[in-house]
C-alpha cells in the first residue's frame, strides 16, 4: 500500500505544466507519456531517468505559491530573505521527493481524466493510477496566474489527501517549539 501511495507522488509530478486552460488536457497527455516513455527506457541509467525527469516537471511547480500555503500564516511574518531561503529549501524539497518516489514506478498504468473548473481562477483535474491490485485517486489542483493568465499546479491530493496542507500541518506543529530558521534548515 505504501509504495502504491509513493507511486502516486512521483505521478504527481507528471502533470503539472504552466499552460492555457484549453490545452490542459493535450498538454498532460504529452507530458504523461514523456514521462512514462523515460521511466520504461531500460537504456538510461536511473541518474539519467531522474534528471531528464527533473528537467520536465522543474518549471511546472509554483514554489513561491505552494511555500506560501505550506506555511499559511507564518508567511506573512517572515522577512524577504527568510521567504527566500523557504522557498529554495522547499524546492529542493519537493524535487528530492519525486525523485525518491521516481524510483518506485513499476509500470503503473495513469489514466487521465477531464478538468473541472471549481472557481473562475480554479481547476481540478483528475486521474488514476491503476496498479497490480487496487486503483488510486488523484487531483490535481491548479489555479490561473493573473500575471500571465497560465495555469499552475498547486497542490495534488493523492487518495482524499493534500500534499500541501500535510506540509502546513507538519509544519505548524515544528513551529509550535523550533523556529523557521531551524524548519528552512530541517528541509
Not at 493535450?26 to 521511466?39: A, E, G, Q, Y
Not at 514554489?63 to 506555511?71: A, D, G, K, P, W
Request: proline fraction near 1%.
Amino acid at each position: 500500500m505504501i509504495k502504491k501511495l509513493l507511486t502516486l507522488l512521483l505521478l504527481s509530478g507528471i502533470f503539472a505544466h504552466a499552460i492555457e486552460e484549453q490545452n490542459i488536457k493535450t498538454v498532460m497527455d504529452t507530458r504523461v507519456s514523456k514521462i512514462l516513455s523515460i521511466l520504461k527506457n531500460s537504456s538510461l541509467s536511473q541518474t539519467q531517468k531522474e534528471q531528464q525527469s527533473i528537467v520536465l516537471i522543474d518549471d511546472v511547480f509554483d514554489y513561491n505559491t505552494m511555500s506560501q500555503i505550506s506555511l499559511g500564516r507564518q508567511w506573512t511574518t517572515l522577512s524577504a530573505g527568510e521567504k527566500a531561503q523557504f522557498i529554495k529549501a522547499f524546492e529542493r524539497k519537493i524535487k528530492y521527493s519525486y525523485l525518491d518516489k521516481l524510483r518506485l514506478y513499476n509500470n503503473q498504468k495513469v489514466i487521465l481524466g477531464n478538468s473541472k473548473k471549481i472557481k473562475p481562477n480554479r481547476i481540478v483535474f483528475d486521474a488514476q493510477v491503476i496498479g497490480t491490485d487496487d486503483t488510486y485517486k488523484v487531483e490535481y489542483l491548479f489555479y490561473k496566474n493573473t500575471t500571465n493568465n497560465q495555469w499552475y499546479i498547486y497542490d495534488v491530493v493523492l487518495v482524499g489527501v493534500s500534499i500541501i496542507q500535510t506540509y502546513r500541518n507538519q509544519f505548524a506543529e515544528f513551529l509550535k517549539t523550533k523556529s523557521i530558521t531551524e524548519l528552512t534548515k530541517s528541509l
